[in-house]
T-cell receptor, first 115, second 117 residues
Framework: RKEVEQDPGPFNVPEGATVAFNCTYS??????FFWYRQDCRKEPKLLMS???SGNEDGRFTAQLNRASQYISLLIRDSKLSDSATYLC????????????????FGQGTELSVKP | NAGVTQTPKFQVLKTGQSMTLQCAQD?????MSWYRQDPGMGLRLIHY???????DQGEVPNGYNVSRSTTEDFPLRLLSAAPSQTSVYFC????????????????FGPGTRLTVL
């Protein structure tokens, strides 16, 4: 079983639609959670961190359910510029000297927003 | 700041050749890592480092070596290239675990596209 799994894509939606991405993680030692965005053939960039209480940044809302080991990202009022691949990322706690842990990426979910 | 830089941008190797992918950051970040990205596989962690002189293996370390002699540089060495190592390689850095989740933001370089024939 992969440590981080995301909805298989692609998602094709019209402008203005609301779209939700889901992600599950298997390691209960996971301590931090993120959504990254990756445009075609570019490097990933941080979209938002995910907090236990849930957090919102404009049209984007992230939720975390530690009991179910589940993370979600909701995009409201989709724009053409939202077309990209969205990566669910989990930081797994390190051991010993490696208190920084390591980041494990999901395989990504591609979003295509059409006019 | 230049951020995270990677060289070369593109490389073609023959099976059995060795080479080093260069990565440097000028943000004084403690944590650096190497990923490879293959279609449908997402990014997979190869090796990472939590500071100069300290490295550890990620998910797919076989066939790769790293060292971290300075805070700024984190080169990735392919010992004997194989076609299975054809991929896009990303280097990333972050300030390290100094506090809340924001310190774990990874800043990525532009990537190296490697083809092994």
């Amino acid at each position: 079983r992969k440590e981080v799994e995301q909805d298989p894509g692609p998602f094709n939606v019209p402008e203005g639609a609301t779209v939700a991405f889901n992600c599950t993680y298997s390691n209960s030692a996971s301590q931090s959670f993120f959504w990254y965005r990756q445009d075609c053939r570019k490097e990933p960039k941080l979209l938002m961190s995910v907090y236990s209480s849930g957090n919102e940044d404009g049209r984007f809302t992230a939720q975390l359910n530690r009991a179910s080991q589940y993370i979600s990202l909701l995009i409201r009022d989709s724009k053409l510029s939202d077309s990209a691949t969205y990566l669910c990322v989990v930081n797994i706690k390190g051991r010993g000297y490696n208190q920084g842990g390591k980041l494990i990426f999901g395989q990504g979910t591609e979003l295509s927003v059409k006019p | 700041n230049a951020g995270v830089t990677q060289t070369p941008k593109f490389q073609v190797l023959k099976t059995g050749q060795s080479m080093t992918l260069q990565c440097a950051q000028d943000m004084n970040h403690e944590y650096m890592s190497w990923y490879r990205q293959d279609p449908g596989m997402g990014l997979r962690l190869i090796h990472y480092s939590v500071g100069a002189g300290i490295t550890d293996q990620g998910e797919v370390p076989n066939g790769y070596n790293v060292s971290r002699s300075t805070t700024e540089d984190f080169p990735l060495r392919l010992l004997s290239a194989a076609p299975s190592q054809t991929s896009v390689y990303f280097c990333a850095s972050s300030p390290g675990l100094a506090g809340g989740p924001s310190y774990n933001e990874q800043f990525f370089g532009p990537g190296t596209r490697l083809t092994v024939l």
